[in-house]
T-cell receptor
Framework: AQSVTQLDSQVPVFEEAPVELRCNYSSSVSVYLFWYVQYPNQGLQLLLKYLSGSTLVKGINGFEAEFNKSQTSFHLRKPSVHISDTAEYFCAVSENNAGNMLTFGGGTRLMVKP | IAGITQAPTSQILAAGRRMTLRCTQDMRHNAMYWYRQDLGLGLRLIHYSNTAGTTGKGEVPDGYSVSRANTDDFPLTLASAVPSQTSVYFC?????????????FGPGTRLTVL
């Protein structure tokens, strides 16, 4: 069975600084990988996804993530954050033979300070 | 605007009471899901339905039941609520029961069981 670990529960960063949110997964088969964002008091929305092909995936709001199969990682990055990026970020994985089962990490709270 | 609605927005419930959380989508999606969100644990799948008339168990199904009488509605029932079911519950849907189809999330129901 797959599992997802988000290594940082909280990441404080100043506005306009770069940020990296870390995600590692465990699976014995090929996987699909996702990052979701949850703004305060809202549901989750998809930020980006890796299904196949290029390992560098670009998403909405200037975020990107890189799939590293050898390190089983899918870290999320943004070169310059804004106050409006303050939110909870979830990494999720689905094994490509597991139908619709998404397994989520515990989440990382990104706190952007002025 | 098309999407997923959940009701109620929040609820305080006495232990032992029965409660049904409602979820309706108007996107004609085949698949629907119920998750619970707990601090540090991310989202965990409770039950899912790949199509009307079928349901399946997720990671944490005990104490919950679901039904899928039609495409649009996917209610979640707690037959006899317990304090450990205090959580935020999210309903989601996707175009088909495949992981590469984006899951769209509702705004959530905050449930407190006393």
């Amino acid at each position: 069975a797959q599992s997802v670990t988000q290594l940082d529960s909280q990441v404080p960063v100043f506005e306009e600084a770069p940020v990296e949110l870390r995600c590692n997964y465990s699976s014995s088969v090929s996987v699909y990988l996702f990052w979701y964002v949850q703004y305060p008091n809202q549901g989750l929305q998809l930020l980006l996804k890796y299904l196949s092909g290029s390992t560098l995936v670009k998403g909405i709001n200037g975020f990107e993530a890189e799939f590293n199969k050898s390190q089983t990682s899918f870290h999320l990055r943004k070169p310059s954050v804004h106050i409006s990026d303050t939110a909870e970020y979830f990494c999720a994985v689905s094994e490509n033979n597991a139908g619709n089962m998404l397994t989520f990490g515990g989440g990382t709270r990104l706190m952007v300070k002025p | 605007i098309a999407g997923i609605t959940q009701a109620p927005t929040s609820q305080i419930l006495a232990a032992g009471r029965r409660m049904t959380l409602r979820c309706t989508q108007d996107m004609r999606h085949n698949a629907m899901y119920w998750y619970r969100q707990d601090l540090g644990l991310g989202l965990r799948l409770i039950h899912y339905s790949n199509t009307a008339g079928t349901t399946g168990k997720g990671e944490v199904p005990d104490g919950y039941s679901v039904s899928r009488a039609n495409t649009d509605d996917f209610p979640l029932t707690l037959a006899s609520a317990v304090p450990s079911q205090t959580s935020v519950y999210f309903c989601a849907s996707s175009a088909a029961g495949e992981p590469y189809n984006e899951q769209f999330f509702g705004p959530g129901t905050r449930l407190t069981v006393l």
